[in-house]
């Protein structure tokens, strides 16, 4: 059994991409893990946010983990900022943090370029993401490819911690799928689907009507050989295509690609809208009955009371560590 923490902010709806390449796998995780999911409220208030949106996005955002499969007697779901201790060790960890090292980091560079003011918070946040991790002696943290970076900082901290004050922190590994981890956009395949994307054509929102759904797929962009084969590096929109209709529906890439030998184009987007609106409509009834209920309230309460339990004594001790703790608790 290993400890396992995983974050998204709630920064918008998720895409069918953060559900294949995160959610999805979060139900098998949850069997024989220790697991702990986070809702990172306090990340997205890096950037500008309007309070009911964030509130609002907030309980959506835990709405679709439960709706997705998580289950709350076998996982802890909670709200980032209903654990100060994420606060407190996130500023505990900026302090053993460079700024050099921060500026180096990717999201920080894409996000302030080109900017005439940038929050220090969008510079220092990834510390406070570190001790999303450590505070709960995460060993294994599920992510995509583009989040290595993040993991990698969150190592080099733990281990400047370790060596300069007390090894208490566990050192986590990055766990990336083997397929699915980055699932691009629809309607440019070098990027990276996200909900953020001005065209709504680009991506596919895991509260999207099936005729939405379909609609987008047809409208995705393709190439002019009209042969449906994966080949990521020739044929990087029909290859995206493949992947999410092999992750929707459970067939290998090449099973598909012998369903539509000899068919075009046209055949397999309209096949494959239905697959993925299948595949959401579960989740979508799930997630409704959820949003309006007290059950979701519940959920959260129960979540943040067994988080704050395990943050709180690792907590402890880093502040006896560093020398902030008056006296032992």
């Known amino acids: 059994m290993s400890v ?13 991409g953060n559900y294949l390449g995160a959610m999805k796998h979060f139900t098998h ?9 986070c809702v990172v409220n306090q ?55 460079y700024i050099g090292e921060l500026e180096r980091m990717t999201q920080f560079k894409d996000k302030s370029t080109g900017k005439d003011a940038v929050s220090a918070g969008l510079l220092t946040y990834p510390p406070l993401m570190a001790a999303d991790i450590l505070l709960y002696g995460t060993e294994v943290v599920p992510v995509g490819d583009d989040q290595k970076q993040h993991i990698e900082l969150t190592r080099n901290l733990a281990e400047r ?49 099936p005729n939405t759904i379909i609609k ?19 044929k990087p929109a029909i290859s995206n295509l493949l992947t999410i209709y092999s992750l929707c529906s459970g067939k290998s890439v090449e099973d598909i690609e012998a369903m539509y030998e000899g068919r075009g184009y046209g055949d397999f987007k309209a096949e494959l809208g239905e697959v993925i609106a299948e595949t959401l409509r579960p989740i979508q009834e799930r997630y409704h009955e959820l949003i309006t209920s ?9 979540g943040a009371e067994k988080a704050n339990r395990k943050a709180s004594k690792m907590l402890a001790k880093a502040e ?5 703790e008056r006296k032992r608790r």
């Not at 396992?4 to 069918?16: A, D, E």
């Not at 959506?60 to 100060?84: C, R």
């Not at 699915?180 to 994307?197: C, E, F, N, V, W």
């Not at 007290?294 to 129960?302: F, G, Q, T, V």
């Open 161 to 209: 911690f370790n060596r300069k004050f007390n090894d208490i922190f566990v050192m986590p590994d990055a766990r990336i799928p083997k397929v699915g981890a980055r699932i691009m956009s629809l309607q440019d395949p070098t990027r990276k689907m996200s909900k953020s994307d001005s065209n709504q054509n680009a991506y596919i929102s895991m509260l999207d009507e």
């Open 4 to 16: 396992i923490f995983s974050g998204i902010q709630p920064s918008g709806t998720l895409t069918i």
């Open 29 to 37: 995780l949850q069997d024989d893990n220790e697991c702990y999911f």
């Open 320 to 324: 006896r560590a560093m020398g902030l």
């Open 43 to 97: 990340h997205a208030i890096t950037v500008p946010q309007e309070k009911k949106a964030l509130k609002q996005n907030s309980k959506s955002l835990a709405a679709l983990y439960l709706a997705s499969g998580i289950d709350p007697d076998k996982s802890t779901l909670f709200i980032q900022s209903e654990v100060p201790a994420h606060a407190q060790l996130g500023w505990m960890l900026q302090c053993v943090s």
């Open 216 to 234: 987008k797929v047809k409208r995705a962009v393709t190439d002019s050989d009209g042969v449906v084969r994966f080949d990521k590096e020739n």
């Open 294 to 302: 007290s059950e979701l309230d519940d959920i959260l309460d129960l």
